[in-house]
């Protein structure tokens, strides 16, 4: 009897540990991430890939909300879906040749970072959809779905000039490069059409894995605090993360980026530039359900929601009707036209 209790206690623990290993490989809600793509293909439903940029799930910005269009797809339009995390950009071509080789409907590579990969898998794969984030590749088989960052920048650093009271603000971007420098592009100029006069400090944080970093994130937010900024916007994926905290840690604002960050850390976060990378998601997966793919460029800016700002949940009364108010006719300028960015 005592043995067969102890065999039982193992069997048990055996599942336990079984299970576990299953759901650190990730998936879908229903689904695992294991790197054998077949697995999860449905022969009655469309079959979506998605290569996830390296921070993965959890940055609480762009990959997150790449998630969540295609959990808003799998609930709405019947779909499946798997994700994969890789650990550097060096996998990203195989995990895409992968879903190629497997047939799958759709394949999403996120991130400017996987431009070479998906137009490498593209070509070799002609009769595979493909869909690109943050970058434009040419290619009959790929739709591209850039976002107009510089518009809802210009927005957050309008609130931001309005709100310091140093008149210097900060920003953090990841890397130094086109996309993330139309992020702060965005930010200055918003800051400056209200306050000519503001100082805008820049840091970037580089490094080796500069969009997940929260480390090396709140540094960047002690040493732009340590200049006199008193409100911060960063542009760096999970290394945002620590930007937040270390504004928290000095009592000063930050501004989230790409998701709602604004719950991250209630009354610190002014407010979040919103990518609506989700929508832009589901709208492509919706597209290929239907039979309506098209290759080309998808731009999403303000005047059609594809960014924007978060809804002020934490921060209304911080910032004041009068605040509010004007941010509202400076979106309605950049949609009309009579604001004009560079």
């Known amino acids: 009897f005592k043995w067969e209790e102890h065999m039982k206690k ?16 990730g998936g879908s809600k229903e689904d695992t991430k294991e790197t054998d793509t077949k697995e999860v293909k449905s022969e009655n439903a469309l079959n979506v890939g998605i290569v996830l940029s390296t921070g993965g799930l959890g940055d609480k910005s762009f990959n997150d909300s790449a998630y969540r269009g295609l959990t808003m797809a799998e609930e709405k339009l019947g779909i ?18 992968e879903f190629a080789e497997n047939n799958y409907d759709l394949i999403i590579g996120v ?37 107009s960052e510089d518009e809802g920048s210009f927005l957050v650093g309008a609130l931001a000039a309005m709100m310091s009271k140093t008149n210097i603000i900060g920003f953090v971007g990841g890397m ?38 929260p480390v090396r994130g709140k540094e960047s937010a002690i040493a732009e605090y340590n200049r ?18 270390g504004a928290k ?10 998701s709602n960050q604004d719950y991250v850390a209630p009354g610190t976060v002014l407010t979040s530039m919103i990518k609506n990378v989700d929508q832009a998601v589901f709208a492509t997966v919706k597209d290929v359900k239907e ?22 949940e934490f921060t209304k009364d911080i910032i004041g009707t009068e605040k509010l108010e004007k941010l509202k006719e400076i979106k309605a300028g950049i949609i009309d036209g009579s604001i004009k960015l560079k």
């Open 10 to 25: 193992i069997f048990i623990l055996l599942t336990v540990v079984f299970a576990m290993l299953l759901t650190a490989c």
């Open 80 to 97: 499946k879906f798997k994700y994969v995390e890789p650990a550097s950009p060096s996998e990203d071509m195989q995990f895409l040749r």
């Open 111 to 147: 991130g400017f970072l996987m431009k070479d990969s998906v137009e490498a898998v593209a070509k070799e794969h002609p009769n595979v959809k493909f869909a690109i984030i943050d970058e434009v590749i040419d290619a009959p088989n790929v739709t591209s779905l850039v976002f």
């Open 176 to 213: 130094e490069v086109p996309l993330i420098k139309k992020f702060q592009s965005g930010y200055e100029q918003g800051a400056k059409y209200i306050n000519p006069d503001i100082k805008v400090t820049i840091l970037y944080t580089s490094g080796p894995n500069p969009f997940n970093d």
């Open 228 to 245: 006199g900024a008193d409100v911060i916007f960063h542009a760096a994926g999970g290394t945002g993360t620590g930007v937040i905290e």
């Open 249 to 258: 840690s000095k009592g000063i604002f930050a501004i989230g980026v790409d």
């Open 291 to 312: 039979g309506t793919f098209k290759s080309g460029v998808n731009r999403f800016g303000v005047a059609n929601n594809g960014v924007g700002t978060s809804e002020f």
